[in-house]
Nanobody, 127 residues
Framework: VQLQASGGGLVQAGGSLRLSCAAS????????MGWFRQAPGKEREFVAA????????RYGDSAKGRFTISRVNAKNTVYLQMDMLRPDDTADYYC?????????????????????WGQGTLVTVSS
């Protein structure tokens, strides 16, 4: 399984970015997907997760009301739309995949529950 994250960059506070994560090597339709981030000197932080059919999403406190996770299974891709960005959103953002055979399962919010990880994409928010 490979995950390729993209879309990071430099943006001013108040701006928006959309991250993408393309998956290959698995049946994407039976996977839960998550986004995490890690800033220098800080622990990895849960950002958002989405169930395999997109029906349930979960957000970390810092993302609620500003970020939106979505997925297009036909494209094997998950997205993270980030609006109203703040300087404290600056971090490396990672997408993660968990194979989730049970349709009704909630998407995980703990990093150790995910089985595969993409490389980080750096988001820098200037003040």
């Amino acid at each position: 399984v490979q995950l390729q994250a993209s879309g990071g960059g430099l943006v001013q506070a108040g701006g928006s970015l959309r991250l993408s994560c393309a998956a290959s090597g698995s049946d994407f339709s039976i996977t839960a997907m998550g986004w995490f981030r890690q800033a220098p000197g800080k622990e990895r932080e849960f950002v958002a997760a989405i169930r395999r059919n997109g029906a349930i999403t979960r957000y970390g406190d810092s993302a609620k009301g500003r970020f939106t996770i979505s997925r297009v299974n036909a494209k094997n891709t998950v997205y993270l739309q980030m609006d109203m960005l703040r300087p404290d959103d600056t971090a490396d953002y990672y997408c993660a995949l968990k194979i989730q055979p049970i349709l009704t399962a909630s998407p995980p919010t703990q990093w150790h529950e995910y089985e595969y990880w993409g490389q980080g994409t750096l988001v820098t928010v200037s003040s």
